[in-house]
C-alpha cells in the first residue's frame, strides 16, 4: 500500500528553492528516465521550464526521508 500523505502535488506547493526533494515522474518511462529521482527545484543547477532539474516534468514531490541510524526511527 503507498502512502499517498508522503507526496505533494506541484500544483498546490512546491519546494524551497535550491532544496533537493524526491520527484515523481509517471510520463518518464517513455524517456527511459526512472520514475522517482531526486531533483533541485528552482535556484540549483539547469532548472527546466518546470523548474526542477530534471528532463520531465513531476506531478509530485516529496521531501526526502532521512536515512535509518541518522537520527530517524529505529
Known amino acids: 500500500m503507498t502512502d499517498n500523505t508522503f507526496w505533494t502535488d ?7 528553492p535550491g532544496q533537493m526533494v524526491l520527484v ?3 510520463n518518464a518511462g517513455e524517456t527511459q528516465d ?4 531526486t531533483a533541485f527545484y528552482g535556484l540549483h543547477g539547469r532548472s527546466g521550464v518546470h523548474g526542477f ?6 506531478s509530485h514531490w516529496a ?3 532521512t536515512p535509518p541510524g ?3 526511527s529505529k
Open 10 to 16: 506541484v500544483n498546490d506547493q512546491l519546494p524551497e
Open 24 to 26: 515523481y515522474r509517471p
Open 34 to 37: 526512472p520514475i522517482v529521482r
Open 53 to 58: 532539474n530534471c528532463y520531465v516534468q513531476p
Open 63 to 65: 521531501y526526502i526521508p
Open 70 to 72: 541518522a537520527g530517524g
